[in-house]
């Protein structure tokens, strides 16, 4: 499982490491699941290609504001 994390609010770099880490451990009790953290104005599509037990998280863009 990949989860998928958009901040709404303005993180500085640690305080996002250290909920990308707070989140990894709480998830990976005994999985191999990933957590990506994303910006909030970040276009994103996840793909499940069933075939090859990958799952891949493809950035479309960052919007311009």
Do not use: F, W
């Amino acid at each position: 499982m990949i989860l998928v994390v958009k901040s709404g609010i303005k993180r500085d770099a640690y305080d996002t490491q250290k909920l990308h880490d707070k989140i990894y451990k709480e998830l990976n009790e005994g999985g191999r699941n990933q957590v990506v953290m994303l910006p909030s104005d970040c276009k994103y599509d996840v793909i499940n290609d069933y075939n090859s037990k990958d799952i891949k998280v493809i950035i479309k863009g960052i919007e311009k504001g």
